[in-house]
């Protein structure tokens, strides 16, 4: 996986006039750490657990990165994730050095009690090394972990350092009550519609592919209803996209009509599968419904669902890469090749850690957004509702001056914070994209590279 993130790196590369010491320097990951440590297991038996934390830049500090639970992860996978997280920070102009982490365990098979030992134990044995902290390095979800993982993280981090006054910065993805930020939980599905959105926005990209602008009305196939696929899925359902497929590990299901995601959810956690919900085809094959017809697929599970093997029979016109290396770079050639509109997986799921730079920075203020202006600007707001009253003698509806002196709140900020960063990102793209006449990950690379590049350059090599 690392090699195929340094294909893209290459490629990127070959546009831009940096020498070959300073990629060289950009590419390397700077440090792997590896552990191995006891898990004492309900039953009383010993079971030796295996983990990584990477951290691929420090060209910026904290460096920051999810922490996964994956029962195939390997010292590649970390690495490669890490540097993604580089490439992503810099792209999205989030100030963190990338990293990511990871614990070989199949999360499905070990009780709630045991997940916590493994959680607290690898936390600690990063924090022997320094390896974890506010201003160090800040872990986050990835697969198999979320909020209640993150709340152990604090939590044991606190611990370890006692009166640390910034402690709650050690890790983001936390629970609201335990100083995570209001719209978290859902930044990185939301950022997969933004970006969704976004290039559907485009008109004159629309009509090449014979589509009308706009997400509404089109057929999207999602795969995964974790973190990332659940709410992606349910925010393009929500702004007028037809869910016409839905991908869990243990098969799939189909309907032209559209699935309300909510239901199928419900019926997951009734029946505990995905199949057999009332009025919908079954795949038990889970990685066949990839194949079906549809206008916009959304692989928001795991890496390498979309390979040389499979890549002549995908049909849909436009991928957005929820999770992270879902299509191989293969594959990604022959997609490009035939006019499909492939959205990267370092600008489209970078909702999740400018959200956590949010939750970072709300850390580190100690202060929840919004707390201190909220009311000011509403009773300013209210003033100048007056006013135009008075001016023209007329009166708003209760409605109306309900809703123009509305002042935000954090979710509201944290979500126009997060919409901002993934318009300005996408125009960013999309002119890198037309000056250089390349694809929309090459202008990813392209552009974070750059801004990677500035960095090293202007800090010089110690010593
Ligand atoms: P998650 O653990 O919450 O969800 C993953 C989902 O995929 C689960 O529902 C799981 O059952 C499902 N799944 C497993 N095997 C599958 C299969 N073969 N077919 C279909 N579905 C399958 O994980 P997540 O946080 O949603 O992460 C998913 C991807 O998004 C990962 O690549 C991760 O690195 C990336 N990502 C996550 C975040 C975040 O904020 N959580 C941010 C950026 C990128």
């Known amino acids: 996986m690392f090699a195929q993130v340094n294909k893209y790196f290459d490629k990127a590369a070959a546009h831009l006039d940096y020498p070959p010491g300073l990629l060289s320097q950009i590419k390397a990951c700077n440090s792997v750490f590896r552990i191995s440590f006891p898990l004492k297991r309900d039953d009383g038996t010993i079971e030796v657990m295996h983990g990584w934390r990477a951290q691929h830049s420090v060209h910026r500090l904290p460096t ?133 959105r976004e290039a559907c926005s485009y008109g004159e990209d629309m009509k090449a592919m014979g589509f009308a602008p706009g997400v509404e009305g089109k057929r999207v196939i999602v795969q995964g209803l974790g973190n990332v696929g659940y709410h992606a899925a349910k925010f393009i359902e929500g702004y007028g996209g037809i869910i016409i497929a839905l991908l869990e590990r243990e098969g799939a299901i189909y309907s032209a009509k559209g699935l309300s995601v909510d239901k199928v959810v419900a019926h997951r956690k009734e029946t505990g599968s995905i199949l057999g919900f009332p009025g919908a085809k079954d795949y038990p094959n889970s990685r066949d419904a990839l194949e079906i017809e549809c206008d916009v697929l959304v692989p928001a599970a795991l890496e390498n669902q979309i390979t040389g093997e499979n890549v002549d029979r995908i049909k849909a016109k436009i991928i957005v890469e929820g999770a992270n290396g879902p299509v191989t770079a293969d594959a990604s050639e022959k997609l490009l090749a035939r006019g499909v509109l492939l959205l990267p997986d370092i600008y489209t799921n970078a909702g999740g850690v400018t959200v956590s730079y949010f939750e970072w920075v709300k850390n580190l203020s100690h202060m929840r957004y919004g707390r201190m202006e909220k009311r000011f600007q509403e009773r300013s707001n209210e003033r100048l509702l ?78």
Not at 147 to 172: K, N, Q
């Open 64 to 196: 920051k990165g999810g922490i996964r639970f994956a029962p195939n992860v390997d010292e590649d996978e970390v690495s490669a994730l890490a540097a993604l997280m580089t490439y992503k920070c810099a792209l999205v102009d989030v100030p963190f050095g990338g990293a990511k982490g990871a614990v070989r365990i199949d999360s499905t098979k070990y009780s709630v009690d045991e997940l916590e030992r493994v959680t607290r134990r690898y936390t600690y044995e990063l924090f022997a090394k320094n390896l974890i902290g506010p201003g160090v390095d800040v872990p986050a979800p990835d697969y198999g972990t979320g909020a209640r993982e993150m709340a152990w993280i604090v939590d044991t981090y606190s611990t370890l350092a006692p009166g640390s006054i910034d402690a709650l910065g050690c890790v983001t993805g936390k629970p609201v009550t335990q100083g995570g930020v209001r719209g978290r939980a859902e930044s990185t599905g939301r950022g997969v519609y933004f970006a969704l």
């Open 386 to 463: 007056e006013a135009v009253e008075h001016l023209t003698g007329k009166h708003f509806t209760d409605n109306d001056r309900g809703r123009a002196s509305e002042a935000a709140g954090e979710e509201e900020l944290v979500n126009s914070g997060l919409e901002e960063t993934m318009i300005a990102a996408y125009a960013e793209l999309r002119t890198i994209q037309r000056d250089r006449t390349v694809d929309l990950r090459t202008a990813a690379f392209i552009n974070a590279i750059g801004k990677v590049a500035t960095a090293y350059t202007q800090r010089g090599i110690f010593p």
